[in-house]
């Protein structure tokens, strides 16, 4: 049983920063991508980053390159998403996601295992 638990949400003030942490416990196989997706109300979920098992290949929705990074330790099974120059508009649940293969993708119905969400609230 695959379990994702997401961490470092919050409120924050416009412009300032959080880091969200990810841990996998019951690893799904030998090597897989990880992501993050997030939900604001009213919303359909929508992708925010990923990352491939090695690192090498990560992946950004358009509209956040440049104030978004993600990064992964496979030793701690644990991928980090950070999130800077944050927005009010960036206010949702962020959801930590896996998927089953090394190769990282935006699609949400690619990952097979997700966390329960961190709600992240950005404050004008």
């Known amino acids: 049983q695959v379990q994702l638990v997401e961490s470092g949400g919050g409120l924050v003030q416009a412009g300032g920063s959080l880091r969200l942490s990810c841990a996998a416990s019951g690893r799904p196989n030998s090597s897989y991508a990880m992501g993050w997706f997030r939900q604001a109300p009213g919303k359909e979920r929508e992708f925010v980053a990923a990352i491939s098992w090695s690192g090498a290949n990560k992946y950004f929705a358009d509209a956040l390159k440049g104030r978004f990074t993600i990064s992964r330790d496979n030793a701690k099974n644990t991928v980090y998403l950070q999130m800077n120059s944050l927005k009010p508009e960036d206010t949702a649940v962020y959801y930590c996601?896996?998927?089953?293969?090394?190769?990282?993708?935006?699609?949400?119905?690619?990952?097979?295992?997700w966390g329960q969400g961190t709600q992240v609230t950005v404050s004008s």
């Open positions: 996601a896996v998927r089953a293969l090394p190769i990282a993708t935006m699609m949400i119905a690619e990952y097979d295992y």
